[in-house]
């Protein structure tokens, strides 16, 4: 399956001061598939290393950072002779290392010839305490779960793909009820690359649901694998409270939803631990519409996103009809899942500062408020269906007049004196 970050990954194989790329994301999201194609496109071998696997090396970096003999080694373990030419060095779950990302500084200093990619989960010094984080001697990219254009690929539309990536809003239009109902479809299966294959080979809603339900257990047995003790009952009781968190009117987050009583202080240290994990996703509010934004952005109120839409469905036990259908006992929940996406889709554009707006003392709240490299402020609304009264983002358009408002919803793209309609699904075209 196509995705994005391909492109990124040849950019990175052609600089001219490359240096070890370290690949980020939650488990699941399909870092190792993504290296392994990347691989064989682009590389005439693989040397691959997965620190997890019982035969793995794990004592590679423990002797000393020898470019040298680190080579020899995986020559050996790989059964090949390493190139730095043509192969490409994946160091998967590299975590699980020790010393492994600390090697990669040296790496880059003594032996920048080779081509060199680590992956892994729940990576950062504070995960790594022991550890010299190699800053300034590594790239990163982030792997997200696919976005909807990658999903309309995976389902073989290559032509609304290509009319999306063309950002051609007229003629997409002439496809729009088609483009609903595969929004649909995404809302239910999200982005979850193997939940992904897996529907557009079947198109089993009974083995979506299996699959989410299975990255889910396996999240939280990273929960008691990974995290503290002293923090896993908080962590669990963070992650459970989310459905109920977005389900809100107001999805400000609300400490008081988790337990009663709590307060922030018992439970920031889990809600940072799951956002180093790349599983969830703050979201602040800000005070004032100007730039930038962050300097305005209000830490004590923030909303929290799940990193991915159909796991969020599997959590909250939606079932597939309910979405098809649009059933009015679902309207808000849903209203939930649009914005979701909408998150979802937006995170991974690293031109978009994104955040959300309260005003008229907190009675009115806007759904986002982007920030784009050129410093444009762009309110964004969110609606589920084609109900698109809003009286936050009139108030707000009319209040301080922005050059651009997106209301995004269901209903056909429609450009307006003071606004755009842009259809949900084409949330991606923004900027």
Request: charged fraction near 25%.
């Amino acid at each position: 399956m196509y995705r994005n970050s391909v492109i990124k990954l040849n950019l990175w194989k052609l600089s001219n001061d490359r240096k070890p790329l370290i690949v980020l994301g939650a488990r699941q999201v399909g870092k190792t598939y993504l290296l392994h194609e990347f691989g064989k496109s682009e590389y005439k071998q693989i040397a691959y290393v997965n620190f997890e696997r019982p035969d793995a090396p794990k004592s590679l970096f423990e002797v000393d950072f020898d470019a040298d003999r680190i080579m020899t080694v995986l020559n050996a373990y790989c059964k090949l002779k390493i190139n730095a030419e043509n192969t490409l060095i994946i160091f998967d779950e590299i975590q699980a290392a020790p010393g492994g990302i600390t090697a990669l500084k040296y790496l880059y200093e003594d032996a920048p010839q080779y081509h060199i990619i680590a992956a892994g989960s729940l990576l950062g010094v504070s995960n790594h305490p022991k550890e010299s984080f190699p800053v300034g001697k590594v790239d990163f990219l982030q792997l997200f779960p696919m976005t909807f254009y990658e999903f309309l690929l995976a389902m073989n539309e290559t032509g609304l793909a290509e009319l999306m990536e063309k950002r051609d809003l007229e003629n997409l239009g002439f496809f729009h009820e088609k483009l609903v109902n595969y929004l649909r479809y995404y809302l239910f299966t999200g982005g979850m690359p193997e939940v992904v294959a897996d529907f557009a080979e079947n198109r089993d809603w009974q083995r979506v649901r299996k699959i989410q339900n299975q990255i889910i257990l396996s999240y939280r047995n990273d929960f008691s694998k990974h995290a503290p003790k002293e923090i896993l009952p908080r962590i669990t009781m963070v992650w459970d409270s989310i459905p109920a968190q977005l389900s809100k009117e107001n999805k400000k987050f609300i400490y008081g939803i988790i337990k009663e009583g709590a307060r922030a202080k018992d439970f920031e240290m889990a809600i940072q631990w799951l956002t180093d994990a790349g599983l969830m996703y703050k979201v602040y509010n800000t005070t004032k519409p100007a730039v930038p934004l962050i300097a305005y952005q209000e830490l004590s109120a923030f909303k929290l996103f799940l990193n991915d839409v159909g796991l969020l469905g599997a959590m909250s036990k939606l079932n597939s009809k309910t979405i098809a259908d649009g059933n009015a006992i679902f309207a808000e929940f849903k209203g939930s899942l649009a914005e979701q996406f909408a998150f979802q889709q937006l995170i991974q554009n690293e031109n978009l500062s994104v955040f959300y707006h309260t005003f008229g003392n907190s009675k009115y709240e806007l759904d986002f408020l982007i920030q784009t490299e050129n410093d444009e402020i762009i309110p964004l609304e969110i609606k589920a269906g084609e109900n698109l009264r809003s009286n936050s983002f009139k108030l707000f358009c009319q209040k301080h007049k922005p050059q651009k408002a997106i209301r995004a919803s269901m209903a056909p793209y429609k450009a307006e004196a003071w606004m755009i309609n842009l259809p949900l699904y084409a949330i991606e075209t923004i900027a």
